[in-house]
């Protein structure tokens, strides 16, 4: 699973943007997820909206996300990869690095 994280001023740049450039992201998020469905290792993907609320082990319940925090994880993708190291290079060229969000690469434990 590859989470993107994002810190407050890359979230306010990505909202800055023009409706052209905007496309041009979108259309590069579609070539990267498509070069990775092409060797057939996509799983799924989902934004994440920004409402929410965190649920605490006593019972308390915030709102969220994370509103305390100065990044926040903005979406994910799940792929099929050998190893986390094989993950890692399918990380590469993620359209969201050149603007400053991170990729947290992780293994997904089944039961």
Not at 19 to 31: A, H, N, R, S, T
Not at 69 to 90: F, N, P, S, T, W
Not at 92 to 105: N, Y
């Amino acid at each position: 699973m590859m989470l993107f994280r994002s810190e407050e001023r890359s979230e306010r740049e990505f909202a800055e943007m023009t409706p052209e450039e905007m496309q041009g992201q979108i259309k590069l998020w579609q070539d990267w997820i498509g070069g990775i469905a092409a060797q057939d290792k996509f799983v799924a993907t989902n934004a994440l909206g920004m409402q929410g609320k965190v649920v605490k082990a006593n019972n308390t319940l915030t709102d969220g996300p994370y509103i305390e925090m100065k990044e926040m994880v903005g979406g994910y993708i799940i792929v099929k990869a050998d190893d986390i190291d094989d993950a890692v290079r399918l990380s590469e060229g993620c359209p969201t690095l050149a603007i400053g969000v991170t990729v947290e690469v992780r293994d997904v434990m089944f039961f």
